[in-house]
């Protein structure tokens, strides 16, 4: 039992880890299932790996399973053995069933964040110097129009921020403004959700179109603003 | 049931060799173009036609699948001339004549699937021809100096490669043997050529230099040496030399699996190791490839870098790790097992290290695989925040797959000099010394690239993409560089305490080598419609808009069951071409003469095999 003992203790805490540990780190939250189960298997390749690497380490592992399943000297744990036979495909159906079965509970999403922009928007550069006026000016426009749901620290935790599923934006965060050009943010901030292409399906997000309000000006101060607030930089190729 | 391979052999070599094939293969392509034809006929009566198509499957599946398959058996009759040659120069300059059979017996593999490389380029000419004329008519205007040059090319290449091959056994002593070399370098030199010829068309089609002044040669030239012209050619022809090396790996691991005696299990386990290893040395260096060409896309155009980065082709990229990592797995895995199995006793001595290879290569891996933006219910995604995991989030950028990768390829790197390193035992005076270099060398290394991928999160991405990940590479590079002639030069002297003993793996290796040839091609099918479908409605981007009733990306379901439909297919093909071309091992085996006096690789080619000819 040693051989196998340990990958089972080994799945069953990581699984507790993942399931219960992780998501109780400070600046954590719970593990959507998909992660969940990529790791596990990446668990489960690991151990596969490991007990073949030998003959003997492999006999130690597949054996007892294999004597198991054939049914081989394994005196009173015969009636398990047909018992996991029966519970087995059982399980399966039941699986299969859950899965396809008609459910009120809505589809996961994998919609795209950052759709591609459309070919006018791209390779734009800012025409706004970045003076500390122009800056200044643009974390004011920021103040009066951006941070309400993105918030007075460009996290994304503006007062306005609980009441949108997806949230806003986190600008402060290094995986968000800082991967891309200014050029996209003007197209996003012109277009707002409503702008989003086909790509961007199923167009969730409640940013408001500002190019009914804002002059292409503001709009150009405001990404000034946004970068210095959130003591981040562009993506340029220079 | 002699009788009967010897009839087929005899039919094959009574039309010419691969005359059977064409004929049966252009028949099949001529039935499925009738229907264009027919189609064609109705768009006629409004102007020229544009485009026809086919009905069922569609013209643009067809082509897609038809230009898969293409490009795989090119990537596979281009890949392996490169290290064919290299084990004939190994053999020629060492005198070890064993990697002389081996070169042989890559060539044999080449020369029967050259053909259908060439029957599946005809063939997808013609359809591109039915399907899509005015798209053929506008790129024929603009490369047709390089049409001409391709088909001068591939006229040279032939020449050269059926020179080569049936010039083998007569060309083995002295200067013909020199000469023999030498046609072998200049299959290779116009391998590269015919690569990197139709590359331009494909990258023309994505990243276009369009003059409309100056004669046909300027135009022409203009639009071959366009932005992502010279990234593809590196990218393919790394990725070639992969794909022949697993395949061959592949090939080997089947006939080790079905091997009858044990000369036969020797042979095929050596061929298994060589064609892995040279899978492996591809691998390492096609990642910082791949980078290069994603980097060139991106700042080529915003649009498509996003579109297949962080747009809805960015799935695919996951997909792509998870290809990799069992790949990496894979190729380590064999590894190990030719550790334990080959060299008796080194097992208990190495199991550790390869647990610690192993769990490194997993959390890495984990990483690498871990999205950005990830797959949860509403009720996940709002106890998340949002689409991204506050903590695990950071892993989902390319800051941290970049330092990954670069791990894994040391770890797999690594792997390699423990095998290379077991058995043996130090006995020059400054071992001690040099090991305590290799592993400072390689800690700092580690603990460098680590660094660097850390820091990358809070400087700006032009420096992380123009100096940090560069440096990584760098540093990688410079491990390779230096540890393996400090083990080259330490194991001249060392003592060998337990012979290699080949023929012994389990069958489990011959499997790893058959699942890593498999995920190579999955991987470079799914990279295929990756980079096509970057044009997004373009058929020359920015250029010419696809104006056709497929004017629009396939859903991920459906191209993964094209993509799945060209492998399944390669395989298939490739096991055929396979079969037929051992055909003549397995009547020579039956017709009388002792196994054991038979040398490996005995070809059957078309024409029949060099042997017969004496």
Not at chain 2, 233 to 246: E, S
Not at chain 2, 260 to 271: A, P, S
Not at chain 2, 593 to 614: C, N, Q, T, V, Y
């Given at each position: ?70 049914g ?12 996991v036979?029966?519970?087995f ?12 079965a ?8 994998s ?10 928007y ?30 007075a ?13 997806p ?66 930089s562009?993506?340029?190729?220079e | ?159 050269t490669?059926?020179l ?7 060309m ?31 990258t ?27 990234p ?22 089947i ?18 190791y ?18 290069w ?6 700042q ?34 064999y ?13 208990s001595?190495?199991?550790k290290p ?45 800051s ?38 290799m ?59 337990t ?28 990279m ?28 991920l ?25 051992t ?32």
């Open positions: 039992m040693g051989a196998l003992g340990k990958p089972i203790i080994l799945m069953v805490a990581m699984y507790v880890f993942l399931k219960f540990v992780l998501p109780n780190i400070p600046g954590s939250a719970p593990l959507p299932s998909s992660l969940i189960v990529l790791y596990l298997l990446l668990t489960a390749a690991g151990i596969v790996i490991f007990q073949t690497l030998s003959g003997e380490s492999k006999d130690a592992f597949w054996g007892p399973m294999q004597r198991f399943l054939t081989e000297n394994i005196g009173g744990m015969q009636a398990i053995r047909y018992g036979f029966i519970l495909p059982l399980l399966v159906g039941w699986q299969t069933y859950g899965s396809t008609a459910s009120d509970v809505p589809p996961s999403e919609r795209t964040i950052h759709p591609a922009p459309p070919g006018e791209t390779g734009l550069s800012n025409p706004v110097q970045k003076t500390p006026e122009n800056i200044m000016q643009g974390k004011g426009f920021y103040a009066a129009f951006c941070s309400p749901c993105h918030g620290n460009f996290d994304g935790k503006g007062p306005a921020a609980r009441g949108f599923n949230p806003p934006a986190n600008f402060a965060d290094p995986t968000t403004i800082a991967m891309l050009q200014e050029s996209y943010l003007f197209w996003r901030i012109k277009k707002g959700g409503v702008g989003l292409p086909i790509e961007g399906a199923p167009w969730k997000s409640a940013m408001p179109r500002w190019e009914a309000e804002l002059p292409d000006e503001w709009i150009w101060k405001i990404i000034l603003g946004e970068y210095d607030g959130a003591h981040q562009p993506r340029t190729w | 049931m002699q009788q009967g391979v010897g009839t087929i052999q005899r039919a094959l070599r009574a039309v010419g060799g691969h005359g059977g094939w064409l004929a049966g293969l252009l028949l099949i392509a001529g039935w499925l173009a009738l229907p264009s034809i027919g189609l064609a006929a109705e768009g006629a009566t409004t102007g020229p036609t544009e485009y026809r198509d086919i009905p069922y499957i569609g013209s643009r599946n067809l082509i897609w699948i038809v230009a898969q398959l293409h490009l795989l058996l090119a990537g596979f009759v281009l890949g392996v001339p490169i290290f064919a040659w290299l084990c004939e120069v190994v053999a020629w300059r060492g005198g070890e004549k064993r990697y002389d059979k081996l070169a042989k017996e890559f060539t044999k593999l080449l020369t029967s699937a050259y053909s259908t490389t060439a029957l599946f380029g005809g063939i997808l000419l013609f359809l591109l021809v039915a399907f899509y004329p005015k798209l053929m008519n506008y790129l024929t205007d603009i490369f047709f100096p390089s049409f001409l040059l391709y088909c001068l090319l591939f006229l040279l290449e032939t020449a490669l059926y080569y091959w049936y010039g083998w056994d007569t083995q002593e002295g200067r013909k043997k020199t000469l023999h070399i030498f046609l072998g370098f200049l299959l290779n030199f116009f391998a590269l050529f015919i690569m990197i010829v139709p590359n331009a068309w494909a023309f089609q994505s990243s276009p230099v369009v003059i409309s002044d100056g004669t046909a040669i300027e135009r022409a030239w203009a639009a071959t040496w366009n932005p992502t012209w010279w593809i050619n590196i990218h393919r022809l790394i990725a070639n030399v992969v794909l022949g090396g697993y395949i061959c790996g592949a090939y080997a691991g006939r080790y699996l079905s091997s009858r005696n044990t000369e036969e299990r020797e042979h095929y386990d050596w061929m298994g060589v064609g892995n290893f040279i899978g492996v040395f591809g691998l390492l260096a096609l990642p910082f490839a791949g980078y060409l994603m980097r060139e896309i991106y080529y155009n915003q649009q498509m870098g996003i579109t297949l980065m962080g747009g809805f082709l960015s799935w695919l990229f996951i997909i792509q790790a998870m290809l990799i990592g069992v790949l990496f797995l894979g190729s380590n895995y590894f190990w097992l030719g550790i334990t199995y080959r060299i008796p006793g080194s097992e001595k190495y199991r390869m647990l610690w290879m192993l769990v490194s290569l997993l959390l890495c891996l984990a990483v690498w695989m871990t999205p950005h933006s990830l797959v949860a219910s509403i009720e996940e995604a709002q106890k998340m925040g949002g689409a991204h995991h506050p903590l695990l989030g950071v892993l989902g950028v390319m941290a797959k970049m330092t990954v990768s670069n791990l894994m390829i040391l770890i797999t790197f690594m792997s390699f000099v423990m095998y290379w390193r077991a058995g043996k035992q130090d006995t020059a005076g400054w071992a001690t010394f040099g090991k305590a270099v592993g400072s060398v390689l800690v700092l290394a580690s603990i460098a690239v680590i660094v660097l991928g850390v820091w990358g999160y809070f400087v700006p991405a032009i420096v992380r993409i123009n100096y940090f990940s560069t440096s990584q590479v760098l540093i990688v590079i410079f491990v390779i560089l230096t540890i393996t002639p400090l083990t080259a030069l330490l194991l001249k002297s060392a003592k060998t305490t012979e290699m003993v080949w023929g012994s793996m389990p069958p489990r290796a011959g499997y790893a080598l058959v699942l890593n040839a498999v995920m190579v091609i999955l991987l470079m099918t799914l295929g419609y990756a980079r096509s479908s970057s044009r997004v409605h373009w058929h020359v981007y920015g250029v010419m808009r696809d104006s056709s009733p497929y004017a629009y990306s396939p859903a379901g459906s191209a993964s069951l094209i993509m799945a439909f060209c492998t399944f297919s390669f395989c298939m093909i490739v096991a055929f071409i396979f079969w037929v071309a055909m003549g091992d397995k009547a020579k085996g039956g017709h009388g003469a002792a196994k054991g006096e038979l040398p490996h690789g005995i070809p059957a080619m078309a024409g029949g095999s060099p042997d017969e000819r004496r």
